[in-house]
């Protein structure tokens, strides 16, 4: 079977239109009318050059993946897209929208709220292999191709109206440095026009790319996965800190928050036992005082009875957060838990197809028709 590039693979497109001399500024209404008519085909765009119509009839596709299925959760806020991509692998994006006016809509939220939240996927899968994350248990697939990251965009927006991004789905952003940059210097051009200070790069702390992120991407929020403290304990949670230690991580954190004077992210699951004791806050507040951050405490969502790791209880994340701001001034906020029982919340992503548990729990939509409003 032949296949397609996505419209939306701005280098491969921009390539494309340059070898066969087309004006690249009909790459933007291109998209614009594919966002606007999602079942067009490309044949229907009006106002383009002949050469045009003929290239893009032969290597490209209005879209190179499907969304095969849609979760709701009962919390009333999060949904699950599955998405087919164009080699038969599947990845998840999740839209998490706060303005849930519900009864009209059957019992859903009502999407479409002024303040929806789209989590996207980077790669099939991710190598680094975090002990407590459901994604890294699935060892690394594939990475997306730009046009697929941008794609999960075009169908969140297709549904609701998308008005931050963040990088936060399956996979480790950084690893798929080029698709990533491309991505965003898409979703951030006209038709989309989002603005950077509304997309939030996650990253594990790959340093040789936190090193060019300000230069090639600069505006967007930098959100950084630590979870411990001190070397010791990030080696055990995360393979990936013995390649980025943390020491060097923290110089790189200073460089770019010197260069973009923007304040960075810092993300840290709250596990019982393992990184959530008082000294565990001191020595976190120590290694951020002199940096302008917020701390995200995130309660850990369950990947699984096999999982080596439990949650903390309300009490130590509350003792952790008065700690951090009490005695170092830091910003701390604890994130709400979102989506669990779609398995749509951080760190439960994991391609599975919808399991008879799954369709129990949940209201699986085969019709998207039925979200759209
Ligand atoms: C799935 S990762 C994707 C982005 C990037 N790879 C990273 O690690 O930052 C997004 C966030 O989910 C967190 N996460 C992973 N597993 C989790 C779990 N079981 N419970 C709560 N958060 C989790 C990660 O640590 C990270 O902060
Ligand atoms: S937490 Fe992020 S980096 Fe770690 S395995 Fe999961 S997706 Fe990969």
Known sequence: MATYRSVFDAAELRAQFNAAGINTKFMASIWKYVLQN??????????????????????????????????????????????KLQNGAFVEAVIMTYDTRLGKYGGKPRLGGPRSTLCISSQVGCKMGCKFCA?????????????????????????????????????EPLNNYTALVEAIRVMTGSPFQLSPKRITVSTVGIIHAINKLHGDLPGLNLAVSLHAPVQEIRCQIMPS????????????????????????????????????????AHQLGKLLETFQVVVNLI??????????????????????????RGTYNIRTTVRKQMGQDI???????????????????????????DLRI
Do not use: W
Request: with cysteine; aromatic share 8%; glycine share 6%.
């Open 241 to 280: 800190a013995r390649a980025f230690p943390l020491e060097k991580l923290m110089t790189a954190l200073q460089t770019y928050q010197k260069n973009s004077q923007q304040k960075i992210f810092i993300e840290y699951i709250m596990l019982d036992g393992m990184n959530d004791e008082e000294q565990h």
């Open 343 to 369: 398995s749509g919340a951080c760190g439960q992503l994991v391609v599975n197809l919808p399991d008879k548990r799954t369709r129990e729990n949940t209201s699986l939509l085969t019709d998207i028709e």
């Open 38 to 83: 999602p079942g067009c085909e490309l044949d229907e765009i009006p106002d383009l050059p002949s050469s045009a119509y003929r290239l893009l009839r032969t290597k490209f596709k209005p879209f190179t993946s499907t969304v095969h299925s849609v979760f709701h959760s009962t919390d009333g806020v999060t949904t699950k897209l599955l998405i």
């Open 135 to 171: 994604t890294g248990t699935m060892g690394f697939k594939n990475n997306l191709t730009s046009g697929e990251i941008v794609e999960q965009l075009v169908h969140a927006s297709l549904l609701t109206n998308i008005r931050n991004v963040v990088f936060m789905g399956m996979g």
């Open 299 to 324: 309660p850990f969502n369950p990947i699984g009875s096999s999982s080596q790791f439990r949650t903390s209880s309300d009490q130590k994340v509350s003792d952790f957060q008065k700690i951090l």
